[in-house]
């Protein structure tokens, strides 16, 4: 019996190639619209969809293969006689592979000029019909919907004549993901079209970036996901120009990385050991930027994560590349830059775009046993919040604009947590302590005498008065945090003692 391809492609990308190949081993092809367009021009002879349907495409083509001469001939069973009797009887000839992908929503509503209608317009009714169908009845027909596909199944095809039942079911599987990822990328859009901020169901997808070779451990195993429509500036979205493939650790310091450099327009540097900044900088220049996240703790930043929200000169390079450094995140590096870091094989270079205005927020989904934690992202800025003075002295302009600072980076570092900052740089960094005064502690002993005349930022309330007192001891002038304990006065009390300026925002910045 000879046996059929139906294709119908919105990306044509090596469809041609493909439908040749199967017109050389004796299969006719049945397409439609733009793709019968294609492969007549290409010379291939197509027989066309309403030929088999007997009925014209209409509605613009929304009705054109939802028709029993297609789907029967998708979903009957070979093996069973009540099914090949029905198709004979009403003239449903088989078909055996189906080749399609579908309408570009996810292109349409990625174009800000598109509007509500061009989206609805390309959501696709007829495609993922086809390949349910088909992959259904997987034992007989073989669904094909990845154009990365089309060489090996070109090469088995030749060599055998016929797809094995193995090849049959990957590709089922595969047909089945792609229609789920498309269908959750349509839920996710109307669902944000309509304010529903908690449905029933929580549809998520993501396309695999890259196989990692290990976990957080070398026996765990890992891969690297990116979400469509993802955030810009990201790891998942960054160019690699030199270096050897990431790991799982330093996505994810990475990624920590870059979250604390979003939140300044100044030229700022920020480096990262296992998650937490350990320095970060602000400057007139990167390289003033750099020196203070480096000077900030040039323990730690040794083999750790650097970020920059500015290009990286060849000044700067050559900083850098004076210690081991995993990874140097920027928007760009010159060439002379990159010539000096390039030297080093293990470092790793890459760049993400910086510059990006009006971004929507972000919704964190994290995994816990047997379910997921949904939130939005943690966009509060300083400008967000309403400060209010508790003390009796005012911080001074110089001491706002540090504790601006300070307040900025403690929202990227594990709770508990304390920053300390001094001449737009970060000195001491407390995090992820059981309690408040011991994470305070930290952050002062690595300080040292620096903490003298720095201020400190909390990422929650202190319910205790011990945190004022042992900063007061080690010379800090300014304090910020949210307030909000019952004991607030104990604390405001101990500040005015020590002269302190303390300042309330009203909003805790807790990172677990």
């Given amino acids: 019996m000879k046996k059929r391809a139906l294709v119908s492609v919105s990306d044509k990308t090596g469809i041609i190639p493909f439908v040749q190949k199967l017109e050389a081993l004796?299969?006719?092809?049945?397409?439609?619209?733009?793709?019968?367009?294609?492969?007549?021009?290409?010379?291939?002879?197509?027989?066309?969809?309403?030929?088999?349907?007997?009925?014209?495409?209409?509605?613009?083509?929304?009705?054109?293969?939802?028709?029993?001469?297609?789907?029967?001939?998708?979903?009957?069973?070979?093996?069973?006689?009540?099914?090949?009797?029905?198709?004979?009887?009403?003239?449903?000839?088989?078909?055996?592979?189906?080749?399609?992908?579908?309408?570009?929503?996810?292109?349409?509503?990625?174009?800000?000029?598109?509007?509500?209608a061009d989206a609805i317009e390309n959501i696709d009714i007829g495609g993922p019909s086809m390949i349910r169908s088909a992959a259904k009845n997987h034992a007989s027909v073989a669904i094909i919907v990845d154009a990365a596909d089309y060489d090996v199944l070109a090469e088995e095809l030749a060599a055998n004549g016929e797809l094995s039942e193995d090849t049959k079911r990957k590709l089922a599987a595969k047909a089945f993901r792609h229609t789920a990822a498309y269908d959750a990328l349509i839920a996710e859009y109307l669902t944000k079209q309509v304010g529903e901020e908690t449905p029933e169901k929580l549809t998520v997808t993501y396309n695999l970036k890259?196989?990692?070779?290990?976990?957080?451990?070398?026996?765990?195993?890992?891969?690297?996901?990116?979400k469509p429509l993802g955030n810009p500036t990201s790891v998942a979205r960054a160019t690699q120009l030199h270096g050897k493939e990431l790991s799982y650790n330093n996505i994810n310091d990475?990624?920590?990385?870059?979250?604390?450099?979003?939140?300044?327009?100044?030229?700022?540097?920020?480096?990262?050991?296992?998650?937490?900044?350990?320095?970060?900088?602000?400057?007139?220049?990167?390289?003033?930027?750099?020196?203070?996240?480096?000077?900030?703790?040039?323990?730690?930043?040794?083999?750790?994560?650097?970020?920059?929200?500015?290009?990286?000169?060849?000044?700067?390079?050559?900083?850098?590349?004076?210690?081991?450094?995993?990874?140097?995140?920027?928007?760009?590096?010159?060439?002379?830059?990159?010539?000096?870091?390039?030297?080093?094989?293990?470092?790793?270079?890459?760049?993400?775009?910086?510059?990006?205005?009006?971004?929507?927020?972000?919704?964190?989904?994290?995994?816990?046993?047997?379910?997921?934690?949904?939130?939005?992202?943690?966009?509060?800025?300083?400008?967000?919040?309403?400060?209010?003075?508790?003390?009796?002295?005012?911080?001074?302009?110089?001491?706002?604009?540090?504790?601006?600072?300070?307040?900025?980076?403690?929202?990227?570092?594990?709770?508990?947590?304390?920053?300390?900052?001094?001449?737009?740089?970060?000195?001491?960094?407390?995090?992820?302590?059981?309690?408040?005064?011991?994470?305070?502690?930290?952050?002062?002993?690595?300080?040292?005498d620096q903490a003298v005349g720095a201020v400190l930022a909390s990422d929650a309330f202190f319910p205790m008065n011990d945190t004022v007192e042992a900063a007061a001891k080690a010379g800090i002038t300014a304090i910020i945090q949210p307030g909000g304990s019952v004991k607030d006065q104990d604390s405001i009390d101990k500040a005015d003692e020590y002269g302190i300026a303390m300042v309330f925002t009203g909003v805790r910045h807790f990172k677990h």
């Fill in 210 to 226: 890259q196989t990692l070779r290990y976990g957080e451990n070398p026996h765990q195993k890992a891969s690297f996901y990116e």
């Fill in 254 to 448: 990475a990624d920590a990385a870059l979250a604390v450099i979003r939140d300044f327009v100044e030229p700022a540097v920020c480096a990262v050991k296992h998650m937490n900044p350990c320095g970060v900088g602000v400057g007139e220049t990167v390289y003033d930027a750099y020196m203070k996240a480096f000077e900030a703790d040039p323990v730690s930043i040794f083999g750790g994560i650097v970020a920059s929200n500015r290009t990286v000169d060849a000044a700067t390079a050559e900083k850098m590349s004076g210690i081991f450094l995993e990874i140097v995140i920027a928007p760009s590096f010159t060439e002379e830059a990159l010539e000096i870091l390039t030297q080093k094989k293990n470092i790793r270079l890459l760049t993400v775009e910086m510059d990006v205005t009006g971004q929507p927020v972000e919704q964190y989904v994290k995994s816990v046993a047997g379910g997921a934690l949904l939130q939005d992202e943690d966009t509060l800025s300083f400008e967000d919040v309403e400060i209010k003075v508790a003390t009796k002295r005012e911080p001074t302009e110089d001491e706002l604009k540090q504790l601006k600072m300070a307040w900025k980076v403690v929202k990227h570092v594990k709770s508990n947590a304390i920053v300390l900052g001094k001449a737009d740089q970060t000195i001491g960094i407390g995090a992820g302590q059981m309690n408040r005064v011991g994470a305070a502690k930290i952050a002062l002993e690595q300080a040292g």
């Fill in 26 to 116: 004796g299969v006719e092809i049945i397409s439609t619209g733009g793709t019968k367009n294609a492969l007549a021009e290409a010379g291939v002879k197509v027989i066309g969809i309403e030929e088999v349907t007997q009925f014209p495409e209409m509605m613009d083509g929304r009705v054109k293969t939802l028709h029993p001469n297609i789907h029967g001939g998708l979903l009957a069973r070979r093996d069973l006689e009540s099914h090949m009797e029905a198709a004979k009887e009403h003239g449903i000839e088989m078909i055996d592979y189906v080749i399609v992908n579908l309408y570009p929503f996810q292109q349409t509503i990625e174009n800000p000029e598109s509007t509500f």
